[in-house]
């Protein structure tokens, strides 16, 4: 076959050539980028975005910081790859300041190329130390692509993947708005969510959980936030019954709730955290496992059966020692926190207020979902769930059309920008936002 393609476009080539993730290939229409600064991100025409999406919400100290980019070209200069069984300085200084940030007891970390790998070895080290194999999840989840990560994944991407063969078993946590525990308040969602949690654990088996697995705030499912109590709950519930405690911090972890990681503002201590994303703001692709002593006290005279051949690349963890001391002397931790308190959460109450389509505002740091809903008695969403809807695919044009880069999952948009957006940079984006809601507005049926 002729790959001949000079004569195409820059995206017919893309098209042509390159099968993209999670897509009916036939119908994709991807933004050609040329390149990208800070918050902004400028087509191959010229046309420039404010990047409120921080591409898949992992380019938490924005695009092309200066630091990163040079820590990744003298890295490139000493030294481009290395074999896992080598050792390293970038290696292990991004092992160590990963570690400084962590929970009391975090022993050590493991490598991966990104956040699913993170999930697959976090899964496999908690099985092997407990000897035991089920594993609970929440629907309201994503965890990844690959074999188990795909399986513990609670959105409708499972359902392809799912032989019902994994092990895994899904439950609802909380979330008030669409309670599924028929709670008025968070009190009763956090305690009945947990009476339902410690029900499926005694009726499948005391001692047949290897772990529990939860995004600290579930990302791609819906920012939400967990209510007062419930992760605690979590934990006293692992402790009770021998389970590994799993956090998924793959997309709320390193700044963007305002926090180191997100467990940290939950009060809560896990026993393995999966990280990626934003380690490095995928410079180049990273992800790990910090695992407490315990579990790596289990593998001190017994081989661990896994490893990857990229397991600590020396590019993707020098990117990560710069990323992170970038992000510690320039306060991007505090800056994603305080533009979360001061400018996203109020701004976007007022949104509501002004947007009937705005069913429900919530998150914390730069990290907040919108519900958006065609009418507020009913809390219809505005695509159904697993799906997209013509009202949706408008909204995400319109922000476009401002010049607004935006997440969107089916009847959400999520306003997740670099965690060193400045407070300008982001009244701007909003106002861009706010006049790309006028067109959700014309999909309102409930009352005025
Ligand atoms: C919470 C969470 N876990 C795991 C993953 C998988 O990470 P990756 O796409 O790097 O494999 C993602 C990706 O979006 C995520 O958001």
Redesign the pocket.
């Known amino acids: 076959m002729s790959t001949d393609h000079s004569h195409l476009t820059s995206q017919e080539r893309e098209k042509a050539s390159v099968f993209h993730s999670w897509s009916a290939q036939s119908t994709i229409n991807p933004l050609m980028v040329r390149d990208a600064k800070g918050v902004y991100v400028t087509d191959e025409d010229g046309t420039t975005y404010m990047d409120f999406s921080s591409q ?3 380019v938490n100290i924005g695009h092309q910081h200066p630091a990163v980019v040079a820590a990744i070209k003298q890295q490139a200069d000493l030294l481009c790859t290395i074999a896992p069984q080598h050792g390293n300085p970038a290696r292990y200084r991004a092992a160590e300041l990963i570690l400084e940030r962590s929970f009391d007891g975090a022993a050590k970390v493991f490598f991966t190329n ?6 697959e070895h976090a899964v496999r080290m908690a099985r092997l130390h407990t000897g035991r194999r089920k594993v609970l999840a929440a629907y309201r ?6 074999s188990t ?1 795909i399986n513990l994944t609670g959105d409708p991407r499972r359902w392809p993947n799912d032989d019902g063969s994994s092990g895994v078993l899904h439950f609802f946590g909380p979330f008030l708005y669409r309670s599924a525990y028929h709670a008025t308040n968070e009190q009763e969602e956090t305690a009945r969510a947990l009476e339902n949690l410690e029900r499926i654990i005694s009726f499948e088996g005391p001692t047949a959980f290897a772990a529990i697995i939860l ?1 600290t705030v ?3 499912a819906g920012i939400m936030v967990p209510p007062p109590g419930f992760l605690k709950g979590v934990r006293e519930l692992c402790d009770r019954y021998g389970i590994v405690y799993i956090a ?5 972890g390193f700044g963007r709730t305002g926090d180191w990681f997100a467990y940290q503002g939950q009060d809560v201590k896990p026993d393995l955290v ?1 990280f ?2 934003g380690v490095n703001s995928g410079y180049v ?1 990273l ?1 790990g496992v910090v695992i407490n002593e315990a579990i790596s006290a289990t593998f001190n005279d017994r081989v661990y059966p896994g490893g990857l051949t990229y397991s600590g690349h020396p590019l993707a963890c020098a990117a990560a020692v710069a990323a992170i001391e970038t992000m510690r002397d320039e306060k991007i931790v505090e800056n994603a926190r305080r533009i979360g308190d001061e400018v996203l959460r109020p701004r976007l109450l007022a949104l509501q207020a002004k947007h009937r389509v705005i069913g429900d505002v919530r998150g914390l740091g730069v990290f907040f979902a919108l519900e958006l809903v065609s009418d507020r008695a009913t809390k219809e969403p505005l695509a159904p769930y697993g799906a997209s809807s013509p009202a949706m695919n408008a909204v995400i044009a319109a922000c476009r059309d401002e010049g607004l880069l935006i997440f969107a999952n089916f009847h959400r948009l999520h306003v997740v920008p670099p965690c060193n957006v400045t407070e300008a940079e982001a009244i701007e984006g909003l106002a861009r936002l706010d006049r790309a809601l006028e067109v959700a507005d014309q999909y309102y049926t409930g009352a005025a």
């Open positions: 898949l919400v992992n990104g956040g699913t790998e993170a999930i989840s994503y965890h990844g692509a690959t990560s995004e579930p990302g791609t998924d911090e793959v997309m709320c999966a990626a994303k692709p992800g």
